[in-house]
């Protein structure tokens, strides 16, 4: 099975601040990647998919990118309503799809 | 407005079974292909299995941790999908989300556009 790893497992940031997410594939995975925020208590709800194109309705300050092997997931001025938990999946048909072990992004 | 949700968690022994259910409207039920993901509390998250739709054969797809205990179904007369779940361990604990299935052209292997908001399974003695 491929391997998701995320980077870091947990940050603390300020509001209006810029964060950024890596995730990396233990092996090529293309552009089939997505990304999910999670609220405590909540189902997750789906960012990115594609490595890059954003779900409709996601606001504009999420933007997705990377291919092959490594990906990032970039909040570009963080609001309140994004602290939550973020993780990628991999979707290569070659392997079973997997999650990487989500970072937690907390208020600084 | 998609819905889904689910139902039939509870608290059940080791080697015990439990049936969840996902009842789904917003959406044709019947187009759609399915499946569950779970969440052991305090942790990420696991894919547990799929399902196409009968156009597609209605064919069933599992994570390797639950093949051969769990058995996915659906009801599209009902908009309903099921999850059978038999021979139960402590390591099946958690809450069970149903979700429908996005994939993209030739590649068969989903990612999840909508998201049920989960019954909690314990498995304990």
């Known amino acids: 099975d491929i391997q998701m790893t995320q980077s870091p497992s947990s940050l603390s940031a300020s509001v209006g601040g810029r964060v950024t997410i890596t995730c990396r594939a233990s092996?090529?995975?293309?552009?089939?990647l997505a990304w999910y925020q999670q609220k405590p208590g909540k189902a997750p709800k789906l960012l990115i998919y594609?490595?890059?194109s954003l779900e409709s309705g996601v606001p504009s300050r999420f933007s997705g990118s990377g291919s092959g092997t490594e990906f990032t997931l970039t909040i570009s001025s963080l609001q309140p309503d994004d602290f939550a938990t973020y993780y990628c999946?991999?979707?290569?048909?070659?392997?079973?799809?997997?999650f990487g072990g989500g970072t937690k992004v907390e208020i600084k | 407005e998609v819905q889904l949700v689910e139902s039939g968690g509870g608290l059940v022994k080791p080697g015990g079974s439990l049936r969840l259910s996902c009842a789904a409207s917003?959406?044709?039920?019947?187009?759609?292909?399915m499946s569950w993901v779970r969440q052991a509390p305090g942790k990420g998250l696991e894919w547990v299995g799929h399902?196409?739709?009968?156009?597609?054969?209605?064919?069933?797809d599992y994570a390797a941790p639950v093949k051969g205990r769990f058995t996915i179904s659906r009801d599209d007369s009902k908009n309903t999908l099921y999850l059978q779940m038999n021979s139960l361990t402590t390591e099946d604990t958690g809450v069970y989300y149903c979700?429908?299935?996005?994939?993209?052209?030739?590649?068969?292997?989903?990612?999840?556009?909508?998201w049920g908001q989960g019954t909690l399974v314990t498995v304990s003695s």
């Open positions: 979700t429908t299935d996005r994939f993209e052209g030739n590649n068969e292997t989903p990612y999840f556009d909508s």
């Open positions: 917003g959406f044709t039920f019947f187009n759609a292909r």
């Open positions: 399902i196409k739709n009968k156009f597609d054969g209605g064919t069933r």
């Open positions: 092996q090529s995975i293309r552009s089939w």
């Open positions: 594609d490595a890059s």
């Open positions: 999946q991999h979707y290569n048909p070659y392997s079973a799809l997997t």
